[in-house]
């Protein structure tokens, strides 16, 4: 028999061809075996998210008032009476009592605080007495909790390219089960502040190094729909917590509930294997026989696991760091204007949360808005990354979202009833935003290696959260003049917009395996490749 006739007659080896893929010519492009994997990792990363947006729930604005206080004589008394008739009425789809004027008010001489618990049992808030002199201890414990999660998603790249996807993920899902039910117990505000920080360290740990995992499991419009997909894990998280904070109203269960869905998953991680693409990448294609023979007959290959030949790494190229992504010019400009662009639509969203107060009257209804927009937003991402591309959607988004924030500025506010322009504007930016948001994981991911892919991601989303975080300082310079934020939103997305023409388009090429395979991609406007 010829190598000719021989190859012909293997199934596990495809028609000579220099385009393809060497994993999907043995599993097939999509089968069950993909679906099961990618709804188990689904499971797996989605309810952790929900710990990023508990932090709007567990500070909620409550009434307070002083219980005891303290005399010039070193008696305490009462300063208030609050035997009087509390009104009770329906506002903002929660019951609230309406007390008297004097809650609120911060007293030098309170020995003790009170809050309203009419609705929330229990928060950080009223916890810690965290009102007054100790108002900004809330603030702080969010920003630290913000540097948590700018730490999991840099540290989750780096774990996830040296030791693998799978233990990665696992292990961050472990730590965050045991952390989040520390957390719940924490009676001492410091510990508290540690704990939450961990727990939210891991929480997007996990999502970034199972998000890489599902980018590696297909090719084609099938990586594109898998990929994608993991994107609704937000806005499911977040419809998870606001049922959860609804329900229970007191953050201790909150907080367990949440660990009691992250345990599950890492009773499902047993289940899920790791990536058979970092596996090849790390020259132990012996072990990614093994899981790809498995797949192949679940989704109904007939083939023999010897029939399996895979191509390993070239010599150099089954290594590789984050240093590795700063060395080489062609991949450093990448990441680099990818820097900006998360930096850029992080900062503009978080801005933007801080301005929904606008909108609604209830803690509820504004989370709930922001959700709703988020399903449609991604659905259109998905859309249009496989009839368009990455690129120009990107830019068209980011684009759409410094005009319409450009157009702000010409309105005059307190004209119109609500400024319903100016709202209109802003959730038409906030929607454009959604979208660039949903690309940037998938645009990402394809132009990084894979010897360095989950660190590409991984330190693109903690940049994200560098941008979170300043935004909320940004957001105080509205006191100064409501126009300087947005003469920021307006430049830093136009900014966005302008730089990604200098980066290729993705749609229809082959993920690079090597750094070696980035070098050789044109960076240009015309963008282009090789492609699947």
Excluded at 22 to 32: D, H, L, S, T, Y
Excluded at 122 to 134: A, F
Aim: with cysteine.
């Amino acid at each position: 028999m010829t190598e000719k006739d021989s190859k012909e007659t293997d199934p596990a080896i495809p028609k000579p061809a220099v385009k393809g893929d060497q994993i999907m010519n043995v599993i097939g492009e999509v089968g069950r075996w993909q679906i099961e994997k990618v709804l188990l990792v689904f499971i797996v990363a989605a309810p952790g998210l929900a710990h990023i947006f508990h932090s709007a729930f567990i500070t909620p604005k409550t009434k307070f008032w002083c219980e005891v206080a303290q005399a010039e004589n070193g008696d305490t008394y009462a300063p208030y009476d609050f035997n009087e008739v509390k009104i009770e009425h329906f506002e903002n789809g929660t019951y609230e009592k309406e007390y008297p004027n004097n809650t609120g008010i911060c007293m030098d001489n309170c020995l003790d605080y009170n809050h309203d618990h009419s609705f929330w049992v229990s928060t950080m808030v009223t916890e810690w007495d965290l009102v007054c002199e100790k108002l900004a201890l809330k603030t702080l414990a969010k920003t630290i909790l913000f540097t948590g999660f700018a730490l999991g998603s840099f540290s989750a790249g780096l774990v996830s390219d040296r030791f693998g996807r799978r233990t990665a993920v696992w292990g961050a899902s472990v730590t965050m089960f045991v952390f989040g039910l520390i957390t719940s117990f924490i009676p001492w505000f410091p510990v508290f502040v540690f704990t939450w920080w961990v727990t939210g360290t891991m929480a997007i740990a996990c999502y970034t190094a199972a998000f890489v995992w599902v980018m590696e499991l297909a090719t084609g419009k099938w990586k594109i729909i898998l990929g994608m997909s993991m994107n609704y894990s937000w806005p499911v998280c977040r419809l998870i917590i606001a049922g959860l904070a609804y329900g229970l109203r007191d953050w201790h269960w909150h907080l367990r509930s949440i660990s009691g869905l992250v345990g599950f998953g890492c009773v499902l991680m047993f289940f899920v294997p790791e990536s058979p693409r970092w596996l090849i990448a790390r020259d132990r294609t012996e072990e990614a026989k093994e899981i790809l023979y498995n797949a192949a007959k679940r989704n109904g290959k007939d083939i023999q696991k010897e029939q399996i030949v895979l191509q390993r790494p070239p010599q150099g190229g089954a290594k590789g760091g984050f240093l590795d992504i700063i060395k080489h010019p062609t991949l450093r400009l990448h990441t680099l204007i990818m820097y900006f662009n998360w930096f850029t639509t992080a900062f503009i969203m978080y801005g933007l949360a801080l301005s929904w107060q606008n909108l609604t009257g209830g803690l509820f209804l504004n989370f709930i808005i922001g959700t709703i927009l988020d399903f449609p937003a991604k659905t259109l991402a998905l859309v249009l990354v496989q009839t368009v591309g990455r690129k120009y959607p990107y830019m068209a988004g980011s684009a759409v979202t410094g005009v319409m924030f450009l157009c702000t500025l010409f309105i005059e506010r307190g004209v119109y009833p609500s400024n319903w322009p100016i709202v209109v504007f802003a959730l038409i930016g906030n929607f454009s935003t959604t979208l660039c948001f949903a690309i940037l994981y998938m645009y990402t991911g394809e132009l990084m290696p894979t010897t360095v892919r989950a660190a590409g991601v991984g330190s693109s989303s903690l940049v994200s959260k560098v941008g979170g975080t300043l935004s909320t300082t940004v957001a105080a310079l509205a006191d100064i003049h409501p126009a300087i934020p947005t003469v920021i939103f307006v430049s830093l997305a136009l900014a966005s917009s302008g730089l990604t023409w200098f980066l290729p388009e993705t749609k229809d090429r082959k993920m690079p395996e090597t750094i070696e395979d980035v070098e050789r991609l044109k960076c240009c406007a015309c963008g282009g490749g090789e492609s699947d």
